[in-house]
């Protein structure tokens, strides 16, 4: 009930395109989404977060869908750049951040 | 600093020998966090810290891994007598407190054990 799942594993898309990444939990006590990426080398940076009281959120070319009732939530990279070749974590937390739990990660490959 | 700072940035050492990691969080955060990330994987929780209390430690992967904060900053993670297992990125992260703000990651400590 702690896990968060994250689909796919790897992703390959080209200079332009939309890519998308896949989460989901159980625990209905998780009320905290953020996104995370990383860069070789690099701590994990955060990106874009949500909590469940919006159904999306957008900054910039990112984009935060949520749907609760099918404890889902997926990020979306508008408009991809090779610039965001990276490694991308969903995680999810309680109110009282006690239960931080992320992902596996999404390795992105934006080809040029 | 403007960042969470971790040092050393890497450590090589040979199995047997104990190791010691340091982080020191954002100034103001209270809460810290240690994760363990091997070559390609995800994050492994291992400890949090509000203040310097920390209350669960069921997530340190064997008695050989223990850790410290005192006076509300700096923690330092311990690893005696290493396995070449515990090879890995050690990360830790700071937040204003538990459950408030986002987790911030320092560059973490790449450890090898021979």
């Known amino acids: 009930q702690q896990q968060v799942k994250q689909s796919p594993q790897s992703l390959i898309v080209q200079k332009g395109g939309i890519s998308i990444i896949n989460c989901a939990y159980e625990?209905?006590?998780?009320?905290?989404f953020p996104w995370y990426q990383q860069f070789p080398g690099k701590g994990p940076a955060l990106l874009i977060a949500i909590r469940p009281d919006v159904s999306e959120k957008k900054e910039g070319r990112f984009t935060i869908s949520f749907n609760k009732s099918a404890k889902q939530f997926s990020l979306h990279i508008m408009d991809s750049q090779p610039g965001d070749s990276a490694t991308y974590f969903c995680?999810?937390?309680?109110?009282?951040?006690?239960?931080?739990?992320f992902g596996p990660g999404t390795r992105l490959s934006v080809l040029p | 600093g403007a960042g969470v700072s971790q040092s050393p940035s890497n450590k090589v050492t040979e199995k047997g020998k104990d190791v010691e990691l340091r982080c020191d969080p954002i100034s103001g955060h209270t809460a810290l966090y240690w994760y363990r990330q091997s070559l390609g994987q995800g994050l492994e929780f291992l400890i949090y810290?509000?203040?310097?209390?920390?209350?669960?430690k069921s997530g340190l992967p064997s008695d050989r891994f223990s850790a410290e904060r005192t006076g509300g900053s700096v923690s330092t993670l311990t690893i005696q007598r290493t396995q070449q297992e515990d090879s890995a990125v050690y990360l830790c992260?700071?937040?204003?407190?538990?459950?408030?703000?986002?987790?911030?990651f320092g560059d973490g400590t790449r450890l090898s054990i021979l």
């Open positions: 625990n209905t006590a998780f009320d905290y």
């Open positions: 992260a700071s937040s204003w407190m538990m459950g408030e703000g986002p987790q911030h």
């Open positions: 995680a999810a937390s309680d109110n009282y951040g006690q239960n931080f739990v």
């Open positions: 810290f509000q203040g310097n209390s920390a209350p669960d």
